[in-house]
């Protein structure tokens, strides 16, 4: 799909954490005037690599009326969101909307309902879905409905877009407007509806010569014969505690190196993973961090590929909407 020039779209970044939707929506042409992120390192990473973008601290406050004075127009505003997802995750005790970070979905929804933006791109886990037996999910879809936003949704695996990384994570789309449809338009390519789904990059053999993401317990364990036999093409899915999961150890994702054994991730390679430029996280308001906390933000942030081919689609199909109206 070819992309237009942006004739105005700006983006509002909720829970931005690192600024993955940011970065994705400004290569294709979406700049952020705003970006929420409670955090302080993640906001310090998105003043270093955003320094035109108003930051707000809390989501729980920040009203239509702050953004609006900040210069964001609402029927030019793509409000984007990759919300708390720890009370959806199968991993967790899955408290859903009763989780309070997840619930911060309600402060997400106020906002819809007061800015009334033209688009809206929300980012979770696939747990969303069953989360409470789907009554959360149907929750959130009214609160869509009910601010006058057709939508669709689809789950996307970050492989499918040129990274070493299986990260599945369910994506909304949401549109107010006359075109019909735009959402689908957005995350459904009609030449592969039905029965043509999204091609995944095949296996890619081991290879002697380079590292090769694997899986392992931190000790060994697991790890039978050559070590570069048996290593999947794709790491697992990035966690924010950095590749120390004890409590399932079979989801860490390690380097496998031959005559050296396994080795965890480093930030710049979780970087890569990600879609990242090198040493997107190596500061925070100036100062270098930490690697603590750069696997952190890493492990809770979004697949940039994934999401700039979101973008690049719903620009497109923006400018057919501006050019039926």
Not at 182 to 191: F, G
Not at 196 to 214: E, F, I, L, V
Not at 234 to 253: A, C, E, F, R
């Amino acid at each position: 799909m070819t992309t237009p020039t942006n004739t105005g779209l700006r983006l509002v970044s909720l829970c931005a954490g690192i600024g993955g939707i940011d970065l994705a929506f400004h290569r294709a042409g979406i700049p952020a005037a705003a970006a929420v992120e409670i955090d302080p390192a993640a906001r310090g990473v998105l003043a270093d690599r955003f320094p035109q973008t108003v930051l707000f601290d809390d989501v729980t406050k920040v009203t239509a009326d702050d953004l609006i004075a900040v210069g964001v127009v609402p029927d030019r505003t793509v409000v984007a969101a990759g919300w708390p997802c720890q009370g959806n995750s199968s991993r967790g005790r899955r408290g859903g909307l009763g989780d309070p970070r997840s619930g911060l979905w309600m402060h997400i929804a106020r906002l819809l309902a007061e800015l009334h933006p033209r688009w809206f791109v929300g980012e979770n886990v696939p747990g969303l879905l069953s989360v409470n037996q789907g009554r959360d999910f149907g929750l959130i879809a009214d609160d869509l409905a009910g601010r006058g936003l057709e939508f669709a949704w689809r789950m996307l695996d970050a492989r499918g877009f040129g990274v070493p990384h299986r990260r599945r994570r369910l994506v909304l789309v949401g549109h107010r407007g006359d075109l019909r449809a735009a959402p689908v338009r957005v995350l459904l390519e009609p030449h592969r509806v039905p029965g043509h789904p999204h091609p995944h990059h095949p296996p890619t053999p081991a290879n002697p010569d380079t590292t090769t993401p694997g899986t392992g317990d931190g000790r060994g364990n697991g790890i039978r014969g050559g070590l570069t036999d048996w290593a999947p093409a794709y790491s697992h899915s990035l966690v924010s505690h950095g590749g120390n999961d004890k409590q399932d150890p079979s989801m860490v994702t390690y380097v496998v190196q031959p005559h050296t054994g396994p080795r965890r991730l480093t930030p710049l390679e979780c970087e890569r993973l990600q879609g990242f430029p090198d040493g997107w996280t190596a500061t925070s308001n100036g100062r270098a961090q930490a690697d603590k906390a750069r696997y952190a933000q890493l492990g809770n942030a979004v697949a940039v590929p994934v999401f700039e081919w979101i973008a690049r689609r719903l620009l497109a199909v923006d400018a057919r909407a501006g050019v039926a109206a």
